[in-house]
């Protein structure tokens, strides 16, 4: 399946500055997990992840962003698992699958099927 609107998305990342330095790497740890077209990350960075799928690495340059961002970054992205979206994610505006699979037996937050 290829990244579209109301599909969830688990993918790693690393950002960088203009400077090259690491802002961010989540390449070493738990995916992230987004509905696709939530709003959820840079609308930018959403356009530039369309057609991916699961497996596929892109680096993503974004320009500086008025109001947004001082300066440019850059996105080295890896795509973990695309899926469509469950009804109750799309109303949520967030994948709540992925917030069960990270839960432990006694957690309280928002899932389905327990």
Do not use: W
């Amino acid at each position: 399946m290829n990244i579209a609107q109301n599909c969830v998305v688990s993918m790693r990342y690393t950002m960088k500055n203009s400077r090259q330095e690491v802002l961010e790497d989540t390449l070493h740890a738990l995916p992230v997990h987004y509905l696709h077209g939530s709003g959820t990350i840079l609308a930018v960075l959403q356009e530039q992840l369309v057609g991916l799928k699961a497996g596929d690495k892109k680096k993503v340059y974004l320009q500086t962003i008025p109001g947004i961002t001082e300066e440019a970054f850059c996105f080295e992205v890896s795509i973990d698992e695309v899926r469509a979206a469950l009804p109750e994610e799309i109303v949520l505006g967030y994948p709540v699958q992925a917030i069960v699979q990270a839960c432990e037996a006694d957690c309280a937050c928002y899932n389905t099927g327990r």
